[in-house]
Structure formats: C-alpha cells, structure tokens
C-alpha cells in the first residue's frame, strides 16, 4: 500500500493503539508495569519476553512506551558506533547522563567503551565527584546539566578533557552552546534521539543530518524553513512507526559535507512550546533571541505562557528583568499581539533530573 494511505498518528492514538500496532504480543499494562517498576527502582536492567521497554520523559504531558528487540538493540548500537561516537582500538570512557537508563544504552559497552551512566536524579554534587575520578573521553547529556558541567569546569570544582561532547534531548541553543564550547575546549555535537528512534546527528562538519537511510520523513511546513516531521522508520519491527507525528520543530539547513541527508540548522522546540498569545502565533526561537539580545549576560531565563494574554519571565539578575521584559514586550508587540501581561518569576519551573524547557506554556484561559 502507499505510504499516504496510512493515518498520520501522534503519541496518544500510538499508545491507545499499542496493543494492536507491536508485533510482540504484548499487552500496554504489562509493559507499562516493567517500565514503571524500572523507573521506580533505578534497575534498567528488565526486560518483557526479551524485549527492552523504554518510557518517554512525558515533557508534552502523557507519557509513551516504546519497545526494542535484540536485533534492533544491535543495530542501534551499530549505528551509534558509526554515526556518533565512531570506531576505535583505543579504550574509552563514556559519561552518559540521563534521567532513565536502559539497557539498550548500556548495550553499546564493550572491550574498547565503558559506558558510566549518571543518574539525573542525584545531586549535582556526586556527579561532580565522580565524573572528575572517571575522566571521560566523551560526555552525553542535556544542555542543562552540561552548561552545570561547564561552569563547575570554569570554577575548577572539576578538570576533565573530554575529547567530545554530545547534546540530547533539550534544545541547544546558541548561548549554551557557546558556553559549554568555551569551557572544554571543544565542539559540541547534537543527537536527536528520542525514545522514538534515532533519528539524526551531527556530520564532521558539526550540521545534524537525519537518518534518512532508514527513515522517511515527510515535512508539514510550518513556514518557509520550519517544519514538523513525520516518521516512518523502516528499521523498526517489534513496534512499527509509521507516519508518526513528532512534537518537534526542526529548520531546515545546508551542509558542505556531500551527505544527501536532509541538513538541521537547527531544533527550535516544540509545538507545545509555541505561544499563541494575544491573538498571535510567536515561535519560539523569537522569543529566545529577544530575551538574550536585550543584555550580553543574559544566558538563563525561563517563558512560561500562563493564559492566553499572561506570560512570566524568569531571570537570576534581577536587574537585568526589565530589560529583558521590555525586549520581549517589543517581539511580542511586533508579532501583533496585544494587551500582553508580564510578572516576574521568582523561580523556573524545573524538577530535578527532568528536561529544562526554557519556553513553554501553562494556558489556563
């Protein structure tokens, strides 16, 4: 059948439809149970029927279950080694922090890596601790917990040398990046990887290109540049994904490296994080880039839309609020909204061990 003859669907009819779409013969609850058990726990090591479970980090409110056989763990860990970390004799040291670990991650160890996985969970103290014993050719983890990294670096509470660096599962952005290069001395490489599947990464030249080998991935254009992708991923047998609709907003880019794949200038966020407000639809990166051009020492910051005319903004420099308010207040203005509220939060809005959203919204009304 054509590929346009199936339904597009998202997480929520993927979910509602588990039991039918894997071809395992697994049952959601069952599978919901290791996974929950596992998380609870700290134990990663379970699995259902020989089958790996992951559980989505539910940043976009409900959470999705996503299935790995043997054979897919093995090609997942054979492209892994081509695509990102790269082969090599050499023995080394991969500090991985994520908020769930999974034996698909622990899979790639071997002779020549061993993988040391960080609980986000734990106090950034221990981490610092322990990952200055550990030393690690190559740190994994997302932008917040590196830019804590970064900045224990430049305090010398901590001197390591990784030879690389990889950005997952927030969006990068520009400041951050800079920030955490500065630091170690290096460039940092993106992975777009989501329970999902893997689905992009960064080339020798430092653009991310999607996996277009193994995947399809149709473009509902949201303008000239952004587009939402849909997925259909052909490597994927225990739970086949086709035409799933990602949460995500990629851009679209260009690269010199001669790969075919589709070129990511950048991932600016989610759908859940654009603000429709005051009568107006304001993408995210607009909103980043007003807040942080308004002073050069603006690096931290949290949007939260909290109606449909209400939005917080937090900053640690208090005296620098109002100007980054104004700036925001001008973006909005441009993008024709109107009649626009803005109060100071005295805190963000960030649980421990979870994915920083810098922008997000909480509409109420």
């Not at 990784?162 to 400041?175: G, M, T």
Request: charged share 25%; proline share 3%.
């Amino acid at each position: 059948a054509a590929l346009d003859t199936f339904p597009v669907q998202q997480k929520a009819e993927f979910m509602r439809d588990f039991n039918q779409i894997n071809t395992c013969g697994l049952d959601l609850k069952d599978a919901m149970q290791v996974a929950v058990d596992s998380e609870t726990s700290r134990d990663f090591e379970p699995t259902i029927e020989g089958v790996t479970v992951g559980l989505s980090s539910g940043t976009s409110g409900n959470r999705g279950l996503f299935l790995a056989s043997s054979s897919e763990r093995a090609i997942w860990v054979a492209a892994v080694l081509q695509r990102i970390l790269g082969w090599s004799f050499k023995k080394r040291k991969i500090a991985f922090f994520l908020r769930a670990n999974s034996n698909l991650y622990s899979s790639v160890q071997s002779n020549f890596l061993t993988f040391e996985y960080f609980d986000l969970l734990k106090p950034i103290q221990e981490h610092l601790e322990r990952i200055q014993k550990v030393q690690p050719h190559i740190v994994v983890g997302q932008p917040s917990l590196l830019v804590r990294l970064a900045h224990a670096q430049n305090d010398g509470r901590i001197s390591i040398r990784p030879q690389r660096i990889f950005s997952v599962a927030e969006v990068l952005s520009d400041e951050d990046e800079a920030l955490i290069s500065l630091a170690f001395g290096i460039r940092v490489d993106q992975v777009y990887q989501c329970t999902e599947g893997l689905f992009g990464q960064t080339c020798a030249e430092g653009t991310l290109h999607l996996n277009e080998d193994w995947l399809i991935v149709e473009k509902e254009w949201l303008d000239d540049t952004r587009f939402i992708p849909i997925i259909t991923d052909l490597k994927r047998e225990s739970q086949p994904v086709i035409r799933y609709r990602m949460n995500d907003i990629l851009h679209v880019g260009t690269c010199t490296c001669g790969s075919k794949m589709q070129a990511i200038s950048r991932i600016e966020g989610r759908m859940d994080d654009v603000l429709e407000l005051g009568g107006a639809t304001i993408f995210p990166d607009f909103i980043r880039r007003a807040i942080v051009g308004a002073h050069p020492e603006i690096t931290d910051y949290q949007v939260v839309q909290t109606s449909s005319h209400a939005l917080t903004l937090f900053l640690p420099q208090e005296e620098l609020w109002t100007a980054a308010a104004e700036a925001l207040q001008t973006e909005i203005e441009r993008h024709g909204a109107s009649g626009v509220t803005m109060d100071r939060a005295s805190q963000k809005i960030h649980d421990h061990g979870s994915k920083l959203r810098r922008i997000m919204t909480k509409k109420s009304g």
